[in-house]
């Protein structure tokens, strides 16, 4: 089993930052990439970010880009969201994802990942 431990979440202006941190422990040598993906009351699931352990591709929703990166510290077991320029509609429980084995179809679908972190809320006032 893979355990994410999600931290970094809290309350923050518009235009304000956050990082997120989140730590995978367990049966992590099968890793094949992290995702971020948000969920706001009464909404899907959507993706927001995604990284491959090796090779370092990143992947980012439209909504998110050029004002979220996502990176990662292998020796760590850790994948990052550093996040700025922050708006109201960001305002969601955000959660990381382990995807173990092998290629992913799509990085953005919820199912092509196999754990998942508890969620840390992130609230971006007006």
């Known amino acids: 089993q893979v355990q994410l431990v999600e931290s970094g979440g809290g309350l923050v202006q518009a235009g304000g930052s956050l990082r997120l941190s989140c730590a995978a422990s367990?049966?992590?040598?099968?890793?094949?990439?992290m995702g971020w993906f948000r969920q706001a009351p009464g909404k899907e699931r959507e993706f927001v970010a995604a990284i491959a352990w090796r090779g370092g591709r990143e992947y980012y929703a439209d909504s998110v880009k050029g004002r979220f990166t996502i990176s990662r510290d292998n020796a760590k077991n850790t994948v990052y969201l550093q996040m700025i320029s922050l708006k109201p509609e960001d305002t969601a429980v955000y959660y990381c994802?382990?995807?173990?084995?092998?290629?992913?179809?799509?990085?953005?679908?919820?199912?092509?990942?196999?754990?998942w972190g508890q969620g840390t809320q992130v609230t971006v006032s007006s």
């Open positions: 994802a382990d995807r173990v084995g092998s290629y992913i179809v799509k990085f953005s679908l919820p199912g092509s990942y196999d754990y």
């Open positions: 367990g049966r992590t040598f099968s890793s094949y990439a």
